[in-house]
């Protein structure tokens, strides 16, 4: 591998997304990608007794499913990268405690999905064979954690989005027949100074926007090179306003570009407000639906931009602002 | 790189620790160590209004005096990886959103120093020049967080550990005369059942000596090849049953192992029962105290292995164990 340009990385030997799996809540069940997953649940518990505990049992299953369609042995894997958004990572540290596999625990909120799949993808050049990438998120779970206890039903603004149920995992090898993960753009951590912990997708776009541009710089790839262009969360406000961001910098994204977030829930009947969000939105609809389309080579390459936001309750009753952050990886066949 | 046995890494161009910097609180000032760090506080807010904005000055002010040691311009860095204890990382996010480089935010609790260093080796053998590795804690946002709040005043019971009010950070460098990272060690998640939030030696133990005779294993070397085998943050407890589990298990490294929570704080006269822990705990001890050892040549090689407790306080108040994790890299001259 090496360094193209200011911050992109070129791999020698594209590590191969061997396959992906992906188990989603009830809710995403009714959305429009419904077909596309692997496993849907009737209920946000899935036989446990709390949200924490179905988060792990979530990320575990998905897990164990994407080993299971890769084919190869448990024992053949080097490690696992893996990340959530609950304090101190409890999902994937509880979920994948059981994998007797080497643990990297990863953290960039909702950016971790493309964080695990790029380290995994440096890993897979460097030394390993065989590693799986996840990350997981739970609406209910989240808001007990971030808002508000969902007993007291408060009633959210329209800017805010849904935190998704679900996860999604990746099985990279060293050999395959691709997708192939050709390219990855780490981004930088950027806080252009929103407060308003409801409006996730306006803190995280100028994020998505700079590591976007940095990595056509880079390449000298320009929009019209891929097939979609796919944020990880920005909902419907912040993908409007990547938009904007990108045309007044000379790019015209608005042709091949939607967002996990936008595509996962029907705005007009699912009442999600701008959209879905959390680690497993990003997560299960590549693992779900656009792995599924590379496979079916109905699309031919995509450049992933998955978008968090590096805050806590604290952060914000203590009034700071919002800092942004977005890994890009190419896939292409 | 080139994995060596089941899930040891061993570098063909060993990356250099270029420099390390280390900050850390007052009460680890008045410890047996103090001379050895860069810079000690005088108090636990270091002019700040709030902990976790004192912790992020910490973290941002140790990462600045790393670089800064190092000679190598900012400009000429790859990529930042960093993680706290704190909710979401904010020590880390918050505090280094102003560096303006690619950022991983990485998570293992109390192991977070170790992995950062174990995946800065691994982007430096595959693309990068220079890497920051970091991590910082902080007594009292990690109280209030995990524990109680202190104005309570609340008894700590003997088996408990003191959270290090602290940083360290290194630079990692493709060239340099070393010290050297020869191998890195990830660690399997390892949970033996232990649910005392207040005996966190007692739950990392079992990680610990799982990480370290699998590194043995893989390396074939044994507890004498090291001049120093260095735990994060076992504490006194810990240590004991280390020392004890290793001893069944045909090694015995009572004459040269120790551990950085042990030697941060002194059992007589600190209060500390049974000793520090937290990311600052390895992060300032190995920066400020082993690095400059190895500088001097008065150790050739260390045997570093950080250790974490992957839980957090809803974990344990659902009655869940405490599944431990270590990481272990191999410094040589």
Redesign the interface.
């Known amino acids: 591998?090496?360094?193209l340009g200011k911050?992109t990385?070129k791999f020698d030997l594209p590590p191969t997304i061997v396959d992906c799996a992906s188990i989603v809540g009830p809710k995403e069940a009714q959305g429009p990608l419904h077909n596309y997953f692997d496993k849907t649940l009737d209920d946000e518990f899935w036989g446990e007794?709390?949200w924490?505990?179905a988060e792990s049992k979530i990320i575990k299953e998905t897990v164990n499913l994407a080993i299971q369609k890769s084919n190869i042995p448990l024992s053949q894997f080097?490690?696992i990268f893996a990340?959530d958004?609950?304090?101190?990572?409890?999902s994937s540290?509880?979920g994948?405690?059981d994998?007797?596999?080497?643990?990297?625990?990863?953290?960039?909120?909702c950016s971790t999905f493309v964080?695990s799949l790029?380290?995994g993808a440096?890993?897979i050049?460097?030394?390993?064979?065989n590693v799986v990438c996840t990350t997981s998120s739970h609406f209910c779970s989240a808001e007990k954690?971030f808002r508000f206890p969902l007993e007291l039903g408060n009633q959210r603004p329209p800017t805010s989005q849904w935190t998704v149920t679900g996860s999604g995992a990746a099985v990279l090898s060293k050999t395959g027949n691709g997708p192939f993960i050709t390219h990855i753009t780490?981004?930088?951590?950027?806080?252009m100074g929103i407060k308003d912990g409801n409006n996730m997708g306006a803190a995280m776009a100028p994020a998505f926007t700079d590591t976007l541009i940095s990595h056509f710089q880079d390449t000298n790839r320009n929009p019209n090179y891929y097939d979609v262009i796919i944020s990880g969360d920005l909902g419907h406000i912040g993908k409007d306003i990547a938009i904007d961001i990108c045309k007044a910098q000379g790019y015209n994204i608005k042709d091949n570009y939607n967002d996990c977030g936008v595509l996962i829930f029907d705005k007009a009947t699912q009442d999600t407000h701008s959209g879905g969000s959390g680690c497993g939105c990003c997560g299960s609809v590549f693992s779900g639906y656009f792995f599924k389309k590379l496979q079916k080579k109905e699309i031919k390459n995509i450049l992933l931009i998955a978008t968090g936001a590096?805050?806590?309750?604290?952060?914000s009753q203590?009034g700071?602002s919002i800092?942004g952050?977005a890994h890009a990886i190419s896939i292409e066949l």
Chains 1, 2 share one sequence.
């Open positions: 591998m090496k360094k911050q990385i007794k709390s924490e505990k080097d490690c990340g958004l609950l304090n101190q990572c409890i540290s509880f994948l405690r994998f007797n596999l080497p643990f990297f625990g990863v953290f960039g909120a964080e790029s380290l440096i890993c050049e460097g030394f390993a064979n954690q780490p981004g930088k951590i950027i806080d590096l805050m806590n309750s604290t952060s203590q700071e800092p952050i």
